[in-house]
């Protein structure tokens, strides 16, 4: 079992940027693939990003491709969102999450057995 523990949210303006971080316990967090995904008020949870577990492959939403990177340590059990760019409709609570399992869809909210408890993002035009 894993823990995971999501920070860097706040406030910004419009074409500024935030570096999200997604801290785990434990210490097989090399073994779990990482998702992103955010939830804006009145709208469903949304796909981001996600990063496997072995750094091989990176997926990403069309609406963030080219402004957000999603990498991560596993030394450091984190994992990282960098967000350029940043626009109002990025405004929402960020999640990560994570899957051990195989058979990892990274876009779905589904696939994934662990959460945070999200941090927000608010990004002000």
């Known amino acids: 079992q894993v823990q995971l523990v999501e920070s860097g949210g706040g406030l910004v303006q419009a074409g500024g940027s935030l570096s999200l971080s997604c801290a785990a316990s434990?210490?097989?967090?090399?073994?779990?693939?990482v998702g992103w995904f955010r939830q804006a008020p009145g709208k469903e949870r949304e796909f981001v990003a996600a990063?496997?577990?072995?750094?091989?492959?990176?997926y990403y939403a069309d609406s963030v491709k080219g402004r957000f990177t999603n990498s991560r340590d596993n030394a450091k059990n984190t994992v990282y969102l960098q967000m350029n760019s940043l626009k109002p409709e990025d405004t929402a609570i960020y999640y990560c999450?994570?899957?051990?399992?195989?058979?990892?869809?990274?876009?779905?909210?589904?696939?994934?057995?662990?959460w945070g408890q999200g941090t927000q993002v608010t990004v002000s035009s």
């Open positions: 999450a994570a899957r051990r399992r195989e058979g990892w869809a990274p876009r779905s909210s589904l696939s994934y057995d662990y």
């Open positions: 434990g210490r097989t967090f090399s073994m779990y693939s």
């Open positions: 990063i496997s577990r072995n750094i091989d492959s990176t």
